[in-house]
């Protein structure tokens, strides 16, 4: 790389996780997954990924030193992504990670310090969005999403949600190029989710290729069937994501092409109001996912 | 005494902590624990069954599909269709699980594992051609070295140019996994957290273009893995000798064996091509899932929530005395098992799997070695590097045997109440989930997971885990750079983020904490 690259640092730091979102990194095409590690993301900018815990060679105090030393040497000038919620229960000590003056790291203590002097935070995946699987009802960990952890901490860092379970590689390279390139996004690049909408601006049902069988009335009854997967549950209706152009795993497939119904995994609203994933969208619980 | 502390360990998926007492340079003690609790059994409550399917597989996203069997098996059981499930349902079951774990071994072995033997930096002094070397030494010289240093220091030993050649690998192994989640999306819609099974078989069924799109993917996996995965074990192996004789562990070995070749509803009887057994104290046996109990004595659970899985609870109680993980201690017939690729080679080699015996003797052979170094740190990455191999042949023959235009799936109706369990082996080791239904809703689900078997704290009766026994008497060159205790606990791809510490006798190191 030559010298005049210009080096952004970046933290990736995983609360509770399932490192899904990680793993969806790792399978990122256009810049491959070399590009974005070793060479320049986008023409002249190198992410100098300070912090990412499923590949960093480090591990144990010299690790979490960088996470301490970036949030205070580095204020302002850092990407903080986040994957997974923030455990809040019992004092945030159902998720701790290393640990300072002999005591636990609560990982809420943690995402706190990193994300007030962070320039933007970007939550990837669903989790980290708005809650997801892992505050499922009854949320036994207490965990929140980034947004409404910054919220109760009084953290002003703006966030920018990329959602999906896990999210498509796409969408959070494509997050952070927007960021490199063009600036922080405007208020009118993101929904009210906080989503890009260059990503997220599309709704699933609206461009789902088995919409004409929607629109002719032609509905599968049990998996397998041709037709429209809306009494199998499908979420499409209510979902915003461009899976149906972009399909994962290098363009392989998706979801609903493979005959699954959506289950709404880029929602504020996954799992909760989203259940029972395979029960069609009633108008009870329609109106409770307007309302909400 | 001082406790250095190695906290977090990377490179693993989840959060977990390893502590040992060194006292002379060896470790007298050792204790493991899991630091985050997520509550996956008591968020499923009150469910409808057939989430458990998709919501399960949130469990891990390094290996979401054998949750997604583990959770197909359990609920065909209770919703009454294990026999059911058609041929085909069957078969691509098997393709999807057998694709994630090409996907988590080679991310394992290259990823995870191979910055504790590979010195990337030699590419520094790179002289060819190869435009992913050339970039790597780009990246070396402009000095920004995250997230490849800082790293434990000291004990490097591939020389310059195999040092170059695993770099290039490791390289070259990202986009083979990247291709195994290809394969896998084939039928499985998109990974992690695929979509391909359900109840009564999965969502999708053959056609000449996917069998012949997943043949092609894993070819090419299988060449890699023959050609360059499995000669880069042998390289590291000889070059770490020490290696095949650390990290024995428990050599009790539990495995409930996995891809079905028939729908035997007695798992004990059930033909897999992962065969099903249990070796206890040196003696093979049948693993049955009746068998297993957890205990909760030193995790930070209500008492009352020891018992077997199918019957247990989950109550958090963070503040419990004497606790120190949030896992259980998951016993086999009262026995400490370790689980994972080691185990389930054990117990095919002792099986009399002749498929199983013919790799494994002969990379033995290539090295020289014994049947009892596959017990150690090294065993433990050539058995998962075999199974890449033979799965990558085997999955060829299963989407051989698909029938395009025949049923994949049957209907799987949610009864009023009902009981199941699915157990089965996933790339990190044997995986259980239990089931009980009750008017139509989830009344309780519990899961038994790998790692919870490997990175158990001590049990009631005081008997240290397998990971915590691994560690023990292992001696520490260096405590300022104790990789041999993060090669032993890496070697068993924890499905948690760890921290390990250490406590020295005599230095309060940089990071530790107290003097005991």
């Known amino acids: 790389m030559a010298s005049q690259v210009k080096q952004i640092p970046v933290v990736w ?20 997954v070399r590009q974005v590690l070793v060479d320049e993301i986008v ?47 019992a004092n945030g000590m159902m998720g701790t990670s290393g640990e300072k003056n002999g005591r636990p790291c609560p990982m809420a203590e943690t995402v706190a310090d990193l994300g007030r002097n962070a320039m933007a935070t970007i939550a990837a995946g669903t989790c980290a969005s708005f809650g997801g699987v892992f505050a499922a009802e009854p949320n036994p960990s207490g965990s929140l999403g980034v947004r409404d952890f910054f919220c109760s901490r009084g953290i002003q860092t703006p966030v920018i949600n990329v959602p999906g379970c896990p999210m498509h590689p796409d969408w959070l390279v494509g997050t952070i190029a927007h960021i490199l390139l063009f600036g922080l996004h405007r208020p009118d690049e993101l929904d009210d989710a906080g989503r890009p909408l260059e990503f997220y601006g599309v709704q699933i049902h609206e461009n789902c290729p088995r919409r004409p069988f929607f629109d002719a009335g032609k509905f599968a009854k049990k998996i397998g069937d041709e037709g429209c997967l809306y009494q199998l549950g499908c979420k499409g209706p209510v979902s915003y994501a461009d899976c149906p152009y972009r399909g994962f795993n290098n363009h392989t497939n998706w979801c609903i092409q493979a005959g699954s119904p959506c289950h709404g995994c880029t929602e504020p609203d996954f799992p909760d109001k989203l259940s029972p994933l395979y029960q069609k969208i009633t108008e009870e619980r329609l109106a409770r996912f307007v309302l909400a | 005494m001082a406790k250095v502390v190695i906290d977090p360990m990377s490179r693993i998926e989840g959060h977990l902590k390893v502590e040992a007492v060194v006292e002379g340079g060896v470790v007298k003690e050792s204790a493991v624990s899991g630091t985050l609790f997520r509550g996956f059994e008591i968020f499923l409550r009150g469910r409808d069954p057939w989430d458990a399917q998709r919501l399960t597989e949130r469990v891990c996203g390094v290996c979401p599909a054998v949750h997604g069997m583990a959770a197909a098996q359990n609920l065909d ?33 290259y990823a995870l594992a191979a910055l504790d033997f590979v010195d990337v930096t030699a590419v520094a002094d790179y002289a060819g051609n190869d435009p992913d070397l050339l970039a790597v030494k780009r990246f070396l010289a402009s000095g920004a070295l995250a997230p490849f240093v800082p790293r434990y220091e000291g004990d490097y030993r591939l020389d310059k140019k195999q040092n170059i050649e695993l770099t290039r690998h490791y390289i070259q192994a990202l986009r083979m996994r990247a291709l195994a989640h290809e394969a896998l999306a084939v039928f499985g819609g998109k990974m992690p957290h695929d979509v391909g099974m359900v109840p ?121 005395n004497g606790a120190y993980s949030w896992l259980k201690s998951p016993r ?147 405590v300022d750079n104790p990789f041999e205790l993060a090669r032993i606990v890496r070697s068993y791809d924890p499905c948690l983020a760890c921290s390990v510490h250490v ?8 990071g530790a904490i107290r003097i005991a």
């Open chain 1, 43 to 89: 023409p002249g900018v190198h992410i100098n990924l300070l912090f990412q815990m499923t590949i960093m060679a480090g591990q144990g105090a010299p690790i979490i030193e960088i996470l301490q030393t970036t949030a205070v040497a580095k204020k302002g000038e850092y990407l903080l992504v986040v994957e997974g919620t923030i455990p809040t229960a």
């Open chain 2, 332 to 478: 086999y017939d009262n026995a400490v098992c370790e689980v994972g690729p080691l185990a389930r080679t054990m117990v095919a080699y002792r099986s009399g799997d002749e498929a199983c015996r013919a790799e494994v003797d002969r990379l033995l052979s290539a090295l020289g070695a014994k049947a009892d170094a596959l017990k150690s740190v090294l065993g433990r990455h050539a058995a998962r590097a075999i199974e890449v191999k033979r799965l990558a042949g085997k999955i060829v023959k299963w989407a051989l045997s698909l029938k395009p235009g025949e049923p994949f799936c049957v209907e799987a109706p949610v009864p009023d109440s009902g009981v199941g369990y699915g157990c089965v082996d996933g790339p990190r080791g044997a995986l259980g989930h239990w089931i009980e239904i009750s008017e139509k809703k989830i009344a309780r689900y519990q899961l038994v997971v790998p790692t919870t078997w490997n990175a158990s704290p001590r049990d009631s009766q005081g008997r240290p885990g397998p990971m915590e026994q691994a560690l023990m008497g292992i001696r520490v060159k260096d």
């Open chain 1, 13 to 32: 730091y995983q609360a509770a996780s399932c490192s899904g979102d990680s793993v969806a990194l790792l399978n990122t095409t256009n810049p491959n």
């Open chain 2, 200 to 320: 009564g078989g999965v969502i999708c069924g053959p056609t000449t273009d996917k069998i012949m799109s997943i043949i092609a993917k894993v070819r090419a996996i299988g060449e890699f893995a023959e050609n360059v995965y499995i000669p880069d074990v042998i390289a590291v192996a000889r070059a770490y000798p020490d290696y095949a004789s650390i990290g024995k562990g428990v050599e009790n070995y539990l495995a409930w064996g996995v891809f079905d070749e028939d729908l035997d509803p007695d798992l004990t009887r059930r033909k897999r091509y992962f065969p099903n057994g249990v070796i206890i104290d040196g003696k093979l046996g049948k693993a049955d899932p009746e068998k297993v109990f957890e205990d909760v004595k030193h995790s930070w659970y209500a008492d009352d929530c020891a018992g077997a899985p199918a019957e247990a609870q989950t109550i958090p109680l963070p503040e419990k």
């Open chain 2, 503 to 510: 406590l020295d006798a005599h230095r309060n190191l940089k």
């Open chain 2, 77 to 109: 059981r209770a919703l009454g269709v294990t026999e059911k499930v058609p041929p085909n349902g069957r078969l691509i079951r098997n393709i999807i699980l057998a694709c994630n774990y090409l996907q988590s071994h080679i991310l394992h072995f």
